[in-house]
């Protein structure tokens, strides 16, 4: 008999925009701003969004009771440190859901004065008492890929032991690897990965990677921000963490990735952060070709110089810039797309003037201005 295809589950996607991301300097949220990105990330699909920290005081507390209020599809977490007082704090945000962090590698517990006897020791306290106060517990191992292995693997196994939904491991400082990240899992065997989530920092430039790789390891959950905002080089980006999971993994996420565009362009107005040019997924170049070669292709098949759709992303269609590079194909696409009669000679005899009609303008022309080229130089 064949055997049934098992689907792999869904890697569940943890937005800590308005938790981690806005913890990035000078970026603040409105009230407003951010109950709107609550509720864009929820029609999105993400399955829970970290909310915010309690322990911030009156206005944090309002704002996350105020985020529970919507009445999301996700999960609506609070983010606390070890201590029973954030839980309290928690509490009181009618948040049904909660995380609690510890520091776990050498350099972060010497900072914070506690050795990893009194981490352990808080743990096993803390966990159970949140379990009976909250309906959902998670937590967090700050610095983890820093701390000693076998000290990372018993705070795990103790965590889930204890009661804890799933435990996140954060690296803190970005200076994990991409190979690093995804062999973690294999080190806890006995610890299910629904159990395990991966947090990246981008200190390095590998905290997309890093995530991909860690759901590729086992790992089934991953903790993002939108456009990877977050303190110093940021976080795991959202829009890129889900599309490269859909695209280049046998693995997905429940994440609509026709929002990204959307959610991405509103937080980078809100924070007053505008987006590269060339960021992965929603950069205004992503889709736009000039290149000859490239745009001879694209024209017959546009996945041939594109990983996926621009729509796939709820990115406009794929644009086609003629300019320096372009080649006579795309000159003749765009006359004839005007309603110009041109023939492949008559393309070939107007690419060097519109090259050097390119190279003053910075690199590229206008339709118009390539419409003119062709009124001064073929229609006579």
């Given at each position: 008999?064949?055997?049934?295809?098992?689907?792999?589950?869904?890697?569940?996607?943890?937005?800590?925009?308005?938790?981690?991301?806005?913890?990035?300097?000078?970026?603040?949220?409105?009230?407003?701003?951010?109950?709107?990105?609550?509720?864009?990330?929820?029609?999105?699909?993400?399955?829970?969004?970290?909310?915010?920290?309690?322990?911030?005081?009156a206005a944090a507390?309002?704002?996350?009771?105020?985020?529970?209020?919507?009445?999301?599809?996700?999960?609506?977490?609070?983010?606390?440190?070890?201590?029973?007082?954030?839980?309290?704090?928690?509490?009181?945000?009618?948040?049904?859901?909660?995380?609690?962090?510890?520091?776990?590698?050498?350099?972060?517990?010497?900072?914070?004065?506690?050795?990893?006897?009194?981490?352990?020791?808080?743990?096993?306290?803390?966990?159970?008492?949140?379990?009976?106060?909250?309906?959902?517990?998670?937590?967090?191992?700050?610095?983890?890929?820093?701390?000693e292995p076998a000290?990372?693997?018993?705070?795990?196994?103790?965590?889930?032991?204890?009661?804890?939904?799933?435990?996140?491991?954060?690296?803190?400082?970005?200076?994990?690897?991409?190979?690093?990240?995804?062999?973690?899992?294999?080190?806890?065997?006995?610890?299910?990965?629904?159990?395990l989530e991966f947090?990246?920092?981008?200190?390095?430039?590998?905290?997309?990677?890093?995530?991909?790789?860690?759901?590729?390891?086992?790992?089934?959950?991953?903790?993002?921000?939108?456009?990877?905002?977050?303190?110093?080089?940021?976080?795991?980006?959202?829009?890129?963490?889900?599309?490269?999971?859909?695209?280049?993994?046998?693995?997905?996420?429940?994440?609509?990735?026709?929002?990204?565009?959307?959610?991405?362009?509103?937080?980078?107005?809100?924070?007053?952060?505008?987006?590269?040019?060339?960021?992965?997924?929603?950069?205004?170049?992503?889709?736009?070709?000039?290149?000859?070669?490239?745009?001879?292709?694209?024209?017959?098949?546009?996945?041939?110089?594109?990983?996926?759709?621009?729509?796939?992303?709820?990115?406009?269609?794929?644009?086609?810039?003629?300019?320096?590079?372009?080649?006579?194909?795309?000159?003749?696409?765009?006359?004839?797309?005007?309603?110009?009669?041109?023939?492949?000679?008559?393309?070939?005899?107007?690419?060097?003037?519109?090259?050097?009609?390119?190279?003053?303008?910075?690199?590229?022309?206008?339709?118009?201005?390539?419409?003119?080229?062709?009124?001064?130089?073929?229609?006579?």
């Amino acid at each position: 008999m064949r055997s049934e295809k098992i689907e792999p589950a869904p890697i569940r996607i943890i937005d800590t925009t308005l938790r981690d991301g806005i913890q990035a300097v000078g970026v603040s949220l409105t009230r407003d701003q951010r109950l709107t990105l609550a509720a864009m990330l929820d029609d999105a699909g993400i399955d829970e969004i970290e909310a915010g920290i309690p322990a911030m005081g009156a206005a944090a507390q309002r704002e996350i009771r105020q985020i529970v209020g919507l009445g999301l599809k996700a999960r609506v977490t609070c983010w606390c440190r070890g201590r029973r007082d954030d839980l309290d704090a928690a509490k009181d945000c009618g948040a049904d859901s909660v995380h609690l962090s510890f520091p776990l590698s050498a350099t972060l517990l010497t900072a914070s004065g506690k050795t990893i006897a009194q981490v352990m020791t808080q743990l096993r306290e803390l966990v159970p008492a949140a379990r009976r106060r909250f309906d959902h517990v998670t937590v967090g191992a700050q610095d983890a890929l820093r701390a000693e292995p076998a000290v990372r693997a018993h705070f795990v196994r103790t965590a889930v032991a204890c009661g804890a939904a799933r435990v996140r491991l954060a690296d803190t400082v970005g200076t994990a690897t991409p190979v690093l990240v995804q062999q973690l899992p294999t080190r806890m065997p006995e610890v299910p990965g629904h159990c395990l989530e991966f947090h990246g920092h981008n200190d390095l430039g590998m905290a997309t990677a890093n995530a991909v790789m860690a759901a590729v390891g086992g790992f089934g959950a991953l903790s993002v921000t939108v456009n990877g905002l977050g303190e110093r080089a940021g976080n795991a980006a959202l829009e890129e963490v889900v599309t490269a999971l859909k695209v280049a993994t046998p693995l997905a996420s429940r994440v609509r990735l026709a929002h990204l565009n959307r959610i991405s362009r509103f937080v980078a107005r809100a924070v007053n952060r505008p987006l590269a040019r060339n960021k992965p997924i929603v950069g205004a170049d992503v889709f736009r070709h000039t290149s000859g070669i490239h745009c001879a292709a694209l024209l017959k098949n546009p996945l041939s110089y594109q990983p996926f759709l621009p729509r796939t992303v709820g990115a406009s269609d794929t644009v086609l810039v003629v300019g320096e590079q372009s080649g006579s194909t795309l000159v003749r696409h765009k006359l004839r797309a005007q309603g110009r009669k041109i023939s492949r000679g008559q393309a070939r005899s107007l690419l060097p003037l519109v090259r050097r009609a390119a190279r003053c303008r910075g690199g590229v022309i206008s339709d118009v201005e390539l419409e003119k080229l062709y009124l001064q130089n073929c229609n006579k």
